[in-house]
């Protein structure tokens, strides 16, 4: 799997040996989670064919649509 690493060296980079293990820790996780490299990876670690992406996409695209109708947009 083919995982765009430059955020990952650039919290390395950026960390000192001065910085408590924990605060490097914590800074870590976070920009992984700001960066979305976990949704991306979740998303694909089974193959999913078209037809199924496209329906899925389809459905979320009717369920946004009745909520919004439902809220009176």
């Known amino acids: 799997m083919m995982v765009e690493m430059s ?8 960390s000192t040996q001065a910085a ?3 605060v490097v820790l914590r800074r870590f996780f ?4 700001q960066s979305e490299l976990m ?3 979740k ?6 064919k078209k037809v199924s992406r496209t329906r899925r996409r389809q459905s979320a695209l ?3 649509a009745r909520r919004k109708e439902k809220r009176g947009w």
């Not at 955020?7 to 950026?14: A, D, L």
Request: glycine share 0%; proline share 4%; no cysteine.
């Open 43 to 48: 998303k694909r670690r089974y193959f999913e």
């Open 7 to 14: 955020s990952i060296s650039k919290t390395k980079e950026n």
């Open 20 to 22: 408590p293990v924990e």
């Open 30 to 33: 976070r920009e992984i989670q």
């Open 62 to 64: 009717s369920r946004a």
């Open 39 to 41: 949704t991306e990876i």
